[in-house]
Nanobody, 130 residues
């Protein structure tokens, strides 16, 4: 059974940083585009960032552009989300998701739509205090 397990969440002050990790198992990770989504209390789940299979293409939500960086290590079956200059509005449960299998290239552009993702992790809580 495919597993995506997030880690790295926690409590941080506004302006601080966190690095989330998502470790995948039971999939051929290099053939999956990966995304990060978040859901705050009382709000709909929203797209944060996504990355192509080979890591060359990335997309971001406008709200995190310039502050967050998505990356992946296909040798470690892991995708990361580096979050800098955190704001209280970033408080949410962050989940990673996998879409695939897809071609190993940057020509298959990662999706920002949750409906396109096949597998999901349970999420990790990020809380940013003001």
């Amino acid at each position: 059974q495919v597993q995506l397990v997030e880690s790295g969440g926690g409590l941080v002050q506004a302006g601080g940083s966190l690095r989330l990790s998502c470790a995948a198992s039971k999939i051929t990770f290099r053939y999956y585009t990966m995304g990060w989504f978040r859901q705050a209390p009382g709000k709909e789940r929203e797209f944060v960032a996504a990355i192509s299979t080979n890591g060359d293409s990335t997309i971001y939500a406008d709200s995190v552009k310039g502050r967050f960086t998505i990356s992946r290590d296909n040798a470690k079956n892991t995708v990361y989300l580096q979050m800098n200059i955190l704001e209280p509005d970033d408080t949410a449960i962050y989940s990673c998701a996998a879409d695939g299998p897809r071609p190993f290239s940057s020509t298959w552009y990662p999706s920002q739509f949750s409906r396109d993702y096949d597998y999901w992790g349970r999420g990790t809580q990020v809380t940013v205090s003001s």
